[in-house]
């Protein structure tokens, strides 16, 4: 008997055990596509979850929160800082155990558009005061108060003597609080102008003095300043 003939019942039952694989296969690719489905439609879920909480944020940022006399109420804490209880619009109250206090035009418009905010991270925006004279006395000068402290601007009434050196210059100047010499790097951006015949110069270490009135200057001093204005 040939052996192909031997061999006629294994051929016959691998063939006949084939079509009984097919379903099998087709099943895993099923399972397979509901898988990956599944997992398509979750990475989906949290896009939009990501979505949803990224434009929270640029909303929280972009709109802009008044506070006023009706809805805010500022204190003194122990340490010498200034607290808020401010009620948002939805009713909810929110308590901020210190803020700070920004001017936005702290030289051509310093008693309008006040910002308050938080004083960890970023320095969150909390609201805006359009203007100062709408709130109690008491609170305008706690708010003053603080303002103070972070816009402290000596007034130069005199230009003793200004010396270059290195790329830097040497000012020896009186001022409304005394006498004081700073040192100021050359260049534009240290001294600019914030006003008509005003100019504000920054130093070396972050201070700020102001020139209230360059022409009240002797024609001297103005002179040591030509390189600056």
Not at 43 to 62: G, P, R, S
Not at 101 to 122: A, K, L
Not at 194 to 214: A, H, Q, S, T, V
Request: glycine content about 6%; charged content about 30%; overall charge negative.
């Amino acid at each position: 008997m040939p052996s192909w003939w031997q061999n006629k019942g294994n051929i016959i039952n691998c063939c006949s055990f084939s079509p009984r694989r097919l379903p099998c296969a087709a099943l895993g690719t099923e399972l397979k596509a509901e898988r990956a489905d599944g997992m398509l439609k979750e990475k989906m879920k949290v896009e939009d979850q990501v979505l949803e909480k990224q434009k929270q944020v640029v909303d929280d940022i972009t709109s802009v929160h008044r506070i006023t006399k009706e809805n805010s109420v500022f204190s003194r804490t122990d340490g010498g800082f200034v607290s808020l209880q401010y009620t948002e619009e939805d009713g909810e109250i929110k308590v901020y155990n210190r803020i700070t206090v920004h001017r936005c035009f702290p030289h051509s418009d310093p008693t309008h558009y006040i910002s308050i905010r938080e004083p960890e991270g970023d320095g969150r925006e909390i609201g805006l005061i359009d203007d100062m004279d709408q709130l109690p006395e008491d609170t305008c000068a706690m708010l003053n108060e603080q303002m103070e402290l972070r816009y402290f601007t000596p007034k130069i009434l005199k230009v003793r003597h200004i010396r270059e050196e290195y790329g830097y210059s040497y000012w020896d100047v009186v001022t409304d609080r005394g006498t004081c010499r700073f040192t100021v790097r050359m260049g534009g951006g240290s001294v600019y102008p914030i006003g008509k015949d005003r100019y504000l110069i920054n130093d070396l270490d972050g201070n700020r003095f102001e020139i209230p009135d360059l022409y009240k200057l002797s024609a001297r001093e103005i002179k040591q300043l030509d390189l600056f204005i």
